[in-house]
């Protein structure tokens, strides 16, 4: 049995939506960030970092724990077969597209968020800092989806990973130059439409309601 300890967030998203893609059964563990659950000692076993997501797959013998939205991707894409090739210029591409959300995207527009809407003070130089680096990444998206459907040919982990950091992106702009990554915004239709999606978004949703009371 897989065991996910997530949020709802667009970290937390990712590994309910690749679940959901596989058609794979699990149990959902929902870890409140703001009540600081994911800094208990039960969870830091499951990931020493002390963030959602996280997985533990239950095997006979032993049990398999994952952290990292990412290498939570690729181990329930190599267990099923599923959203990424298993050689060739196409798992090459899905990959990188795959570590640019990783190491671009999540840690940008996190940080823009942050600072944003979250941070206690106002400290415009943060703010503007992490708001063009995370607008120039959203550029670099809707160049290379301007003659593609998906990130990296068929879709993939790589549009998984990147959806809901976008997705927030977008909203985030609001009417403040959304309209010009217009081939980023079908592409998050395209993907937000899929029937798999949606159902992890409702999932988390109602699971983040029930916990919260
Ligand atoms: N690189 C990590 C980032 C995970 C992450 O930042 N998770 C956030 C929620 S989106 C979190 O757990 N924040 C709580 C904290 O930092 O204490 C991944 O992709 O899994």
Redesign the pocket.
């Known amino acids: 049995m897989i065991n996910l300890y997530t ?1 709802q ?4 998203e ?1 590994p309910v939506i690749m679940l959901e893609e596989c058609g794979l059964d699990y149990r959902l563990h929902m870890i409140d ?1 703001s009540g ?1 659950e ?2 208990t000692p039960d969870f830091l076993a499951i990931n020493p ?5 996280a997985l533990v797959e239950q095997g006979e013998a032993s049990n398999q724990r994952v ?4 290498s ?1 991707l690729i181990y329930l894409a190599e267990k099923t077969g599923k959203f990424l090739p298993s050689q060739g210029p196409e798992r090459v591409e899905t990959l990188s597209w795959t570590f640019f959300q ?1 190491g671009n995207t ?2 940008m527009l ?1 940080q823009w968020h942050h600072f944003d809407s979250a941070a206690d003070e106002r400290l415009p130089y943060a703010i503007g800092r992490y708001r063009d680096e995370s607008i120039r990444l959203l550029g670099v998206l809707d160049s290379h989806l301007k003659d593609r459907e998906y990130l990296a040919g068929d879709y993939s982990i790589a549009d998984i990973i990147n959806f809901g950091w976008v997705r927030s992106g977008i909203s985030g702009l609001k009417d403040q130059g959304a309209g010009q990554f217009s081939a980023l915004m079908d592409w998050v239709e395209r993907v937000g439409s899929r029937p798999a999606v949606k159902t992890a978004l409702d999932k988390l949703d109602q699971a983040k309601r029930a916990k919260s009371g």
């Open positions: 949020w967030t667009p970290n937390g990712k960030i600081g994911q800094k970092n002390g963030k959602i997501p952290f990292e939205s990412g939570i990783v999540g840690p996190g």
